[in-house]
Nanobody, 121 residues
């Protein structure tokens, strides 16, 4: 099993910035894609951004230019830098990782527990 632990959420004023981190742990695993999703109350979970092991990124069109995803493969950690935050960005942010684990390279698709981001004055 691969566990993901997010950190960095909190309360921020409109126009402010936050940086989320998500670290993976486990044994004998290799992560291919990592990503961030978010879910606001009453809404479906949506993709924020994703990044491949090689660094190719994909963003929600509505968030391009304000959010930046990056990763440190050596630390099995993915980051989300969020700038110019708006009240509409308020949501629970979830980390996702896809890869293989174990001696037989069993595919996995793991989620973190979520970290709350609240944008409010």
């Amino acid at each position: 099993q691969v566990q993901l632990v997010e950190s960095g959420g909190g309360l921020v004023q409109p126009g402010g910035s936050l940086r989320l981190s998500c670290a993976a742990s486990g044994s004998r695993f290799s992560i291919n894609d990592m990503g961030w999703y978010r879910q606001a109350p009453g809404k479906q979970r949506e993709l924020v951004a994703s990044i491949t092991r090689g660094g190719m990124t994909n963003y929600s069109d509505s968030l391009k230019g304000r959010f930046t995803i990056s990763r440190d493969n050596a630390k099995d950690t993915v980051y989300l830098q969020m700038n110019a935050l708006k009240p509409d960005d308020t949501a629970a942010y979830y980390c996702n990782a896809k890869g293989t684990s174990g001696l037989f390279r069993i595919p996995f698709d793991s989620w973190g527990q979520g970290t709350q981001v609240t944008v409010s004055s």
